[in-house]
T-cell receptor, first 109, second 114 residues
């Protein structure tokens, strides 16, 4: 399975943008890049996904490097409710999501 | 919110006893998954189903079996629970292949095996 590398933790001030990086140097041409987040005591929830082009939705933006070996999840204005563990996941085409340990985001009031 | 219900939400049992966790969905989604989450390991796939009576193993399937006799229910069974199976178990569903779709997770079932 293609793997991802994320920092263990990051901090951000409230109402400032947050850039969460993810490295996936072994990504294949058909792998989609997905992001999920897990709030305390809850199951993970979908944030965004993309293949090659940058993507935007109501929750976040996803910036994908031109060589696709890295990507960045962008939260435009962090709120306290964004404090969570963020997972960057690659889909190799099979019905299996490999979740690593993710990045724990702390939002400082 | 996707209609996913896990039961029981909390269970304490003893080593060697059988345990069944139930995942019930009201979305009529085709795909259903069981994950376990342990500190330092993130989420790991146990088993998944791509239709009624169609199931397959994930990366940590040893000691677990599953059944799906109808679209809405996916059961995870520990035939003889061990302390290493103490974990939080999450059920997830998806209406499409995961390359383009998304997973919806339940709230989790915390299992403690003494």
């Amino acid at each position: 399975d293609a793997k991802t590398t994320q920092p263990n933790s990051m901090e951000s001030n409230e109402e400032e943008p947050v850039h969460l990086p993810c490295n996936h140097s072994t990504i294949s041409g058909t792998d989609y890049i997905h992001w999920y987040r897990q709030l305390p005591s809850q199951g993970p929830e979908y944030v965004i996904h993309g293949l090659t082009s940058n993507v935007n939705n109501r929750m976040a933006s996803l910036a994908i490097a031109e060589d696709r070996k890295s990507s960045t999840l962008i939260l435009h204005r962090a709120t306290l409710r964004d404090a969570a563990v963020y997972y960057c996941i690659l889909l190799p085409g099979a019905n299996n999501l490999f979740f690593g340990t993710g990045t724990r985001l702390t939002v400082i009031p | 919110d996707a209609g996913i219900t896990q039961s029981p939400r909390h269970k304490v049992t003893e080593t060697g006893t059988p345990v069944t966790l139930r995942c019930h969905q009201t979305e009529n989604h085709r795909y259903m998954y069981w994950y376990r989450q342990d500190p330092g390991h993130g989420l790991r796939l146990i088993h998944y189903s791509y239709g009624v009576k169609d199931t397959d193993k994930g990366e940590v399937s040893d000691g677990y079996s599953v059944s799906r006799s109808k679209t809405e229910d996916f059961l995870l069974t520990l035939e003889s629970a061990t302390s290493s199976q103490t974990s939080v178990y999450f059920c997830a569903i998806s209406g499409r292949d995961l390359t383009t779709g998304e997973l919806f997770f339940g709230e989790g079932s915390r299992l403690t095996v003494l």
